[in-house]
């Protein structure tokens, strides 16, 4: 069951991008929801890739890329959008099934998610805070 929840993780946040933050209205998104629904996936999913990795009982060889669930969590935290998809690939090496491809894919669609309704934000913002501006 757990093997399900690091890609659950960003199609959850990608479905509340586009289901409820897209529903706010500006004044509720002065919180940044966009850079906390961004926070929840990298760390929820680093977190997930630790717990995984620490289960799964075998020990870290950098030669064969066997990292620490210590080491996955900090790399997938600090480099998410590129250790997240080696960690699906990977894995096989710790006897869990080879993610990566469905990864690759949730990836994309939670990124340009991201990145197209944050942008829409941020241009409303702008456009508001022109308006105001041209009433001084």
């Known amino acids: 069951m757990i ?5 659950a993780i960003p199609v ?8 409820w933050a897209s529903e706010l209205s ?3 998104l002065l919180v940044n929801i966009m850079e906390l629904l961004m926070l929840f996936t990298v760390l929820g ?13 075998i020990k870290p060889d950098r ?7 210590t080491t996955w969590f900090f790399l997938i935290t600090f480099l998410w959008v590129v250790c997240y998809p080696i960690y699906l690939y ?3 090496h710790y006897g869990l099934d ?7 894919i949730i990836s994309i ?3 340009v998610s991201w990145g197209v309704m944050n942008s829409t934000i941020e241009n409303k913002k702008t456009e508001i805070i022109k308006q105001l501006n041209f009433f001084k």
């Open 3 to 7: 093997s399900c929840f690091p890609l």
């Open 12 to 19: 959850i946040a990608t479905i509340l991008i586009w289901f």
């Open 26 to 28: 500006l004044l509720q």
């Open 45 to 57: 999913t680093a977190l997930i890739a630790a717990k995984e990795v620490n289960n799964a009982g």
């Open 63 to 69: 030669k064969k890329g066997i990292y620490s669930a």
């Open 90 to 92: 990977k894995r096989k």
């Open 98 to 104: 080879n993610k990566f491809f469905v990864g690759i």
């Open 109 to 111: 669609i939670f990124l």
